[in-house]
């Protein structure tokens, strides 16, 4: 083969070294002008789905922790009151103030009330009835050493209404016969129903029993233990919660001991 002069040598060299700049130039502007992928985070949250539903939960939802807390017509806390609702409700929250929210109540009335009557860690709505175990006392507020707003005999039935899940995980909001609400011990409840049981034993559970040896209604009083706990005419002439509500009174007073058969086979001593 043939030598290559200088000459010829240099020329290909520049050359060669042109051919590269041209192969080369438009990649480098291409990573110049196209931002290269970055390992950041993306600004779209990357919290999964059932997390940013339970957040955006707790930014819309607060449950009343001031027992009948004041709910205005409009921000102002001197505005007239719309709603009255109890500790323990659960509400929707359209707007926000500096130190009011603006709170849909589950009546559908709108209105707004003060931050601090509220709070942002759920009180489960439940329900359900329940049963007293001994006599109760019931409390107007979360607390049991609130005031009491009603005392209630053993095997009362009481509908639930809610559970606090704060720092009092044990109280149980109820409705008592009557109408008033509060709150009792969630270990005085039960779901046996003494009283049903009871009345089952002695006659049936039908309040009308008239066996005629001297014995009435769903729990077989005599006539003159009847009107000693504050009855009126005959017990089987009385509903049947009038009857049950005599029957608490005279257990009050005298124990299990006044129905001896049925109370033994049931348990109850």
Same mark, same amino acid.
């Given at each position: 083969?043939?030598?290559?002069?200088?000459?010829?040598?240099?020329?290909?060299?520049?050359?060669?070294?042109?051919?590269?700049?041209?192969?080369?130039?438009?990649?480098?502007?291409?990573?110049?002008?196209?931002?290269?992928?970055?390992?950041?985070?993306?600004?779209?949250?990357?919290?999964?789905?059932?997390?940013?539903?339970?957040?955006?939960?707790?930014?819309?939802?607060?449950?009343?922790?001031?027992? #009948?807390?004041? /709910? $205005? +017509? *409009?921000?102002?806390?001197?505005?007239?009151? &719309? @709603? %009255?609702?109890?500790? !323990? =409700?659960?509400?929707?929250?359209?707007?926000?103030?500096?130190?009011?929210?603006?709170?849909?109540?589950?009546?559908?009335?709108?209105?707004?009330?003060?931050?601090?009557?509220?709070?942002?860690?759920?009180?489960?709505?439940?329900?359900?009835?329940?049963?007293?175990?001994? #006599?109760?006392? /019931? $409390? +107007? *507020?979360?607390?049991?050493?609130?005031?009491? &707003? @009603? %005392?209630?005999?053993? !095997? =009362?039935?009481?509908?639930?209404?809610?559970?606090?899940?704060?720092?009092?995980?044990?109280?149980?909001?109820?409705?008592?016969?009557?109408?008033?609400?509060?709150?009792?011990?969630?270990?005085?409840?039960?779901?046996?129903?003494?009283?049903?049981?009871?009345?089952?034993?002695?006659?049936?559970?039908?309040?009308?029993?008239?066996?005629?040896?001297?014995?009435?209604?769903?729990?077989?009083?005599?006539?003159?233990?009847?009107?000693?706990?504050?009855?009126?005419?005959?017990?089987?002439?009385?509903?049947?919660?009038?009857?049950?509500?005599?029957?608490?009174?005279?257990?009050?007073?005298?124990?299990?001991?006044?129905?001896?058969?049925?109370?033994?086979?049931?348990?109850?001593?």
């Amino acid at each position: 083969m043939p030598r290559s002069s200088p000459r010829r040598s240099v020329v290909a060299a520049v050359t060669g070294a042109l051919a590269a700049t041209a192969v080369v130039a438009p990649a480098a502007a291409a990573s110049a002008t196209t931002p290269a992928p970055s390992s950041a985070p993306s600004t779209v949250s990357a919290a999964p789905a059932a997390q940013r539903v339970a957040t955006a939960t707790r930014a819309t939802v607060r449950w009343v922790r001031t027992d #009948r807390a004041r /709910v $205005t +017509k *409009k921000s102002a806390h001197d505005s007239r009151a &719309v @709603a %009255r609702p109890d500790d !323990g =409700t659960r509400l929707r929250v359209l707007d926000r103030g500096k130190y009011r929210l603006q709170v849909r109540v589950p009546s559908g009335t709108v209105g707004w009330i003060n931050k601090k009557a509220v709070t942002s860690t759920p009180l489960r709505d439940i329900s359900g009835t329940r049963y007293t175990q001994g #006599r109760v006392a /019931v $409390t +107007k *507020k979360v607390s049991g050493s609130s005031k009491v &707003v @009603a %005392r209630v005999h053993l !095997g =009362t039935k009481v509908t639930k209404l809610a559970r606090t899940t704060q720092r009092d995980a044990a109280r149980i909001k109820v409705k008592v016969p009557g109408g008033r609400t509060g709150w009792v011990s969630q270990s005085r409840l039960t779901k046996r129903n003494v009283w049903g049981s009871l009345a089952s034993c002695e006659s049936g559970g039908n309040p009308r029993t008239n066996t005629g040896n001297g014995f009435y209604g769903m729990y077989q009083f005599t006539h003159s233990t009847w009107r000693a706990v504050g009855g009126d005419g005959y017990p089987h002439r009385n509903s049947a919660r009038e009857q049950t509500k005599r029957a608490q009174i005279l257990q009050d007073r005298a124990g299990w001991g006044q129905w001896p058969h049925c109370t033994r086979q049931l348990g109850l001593r």
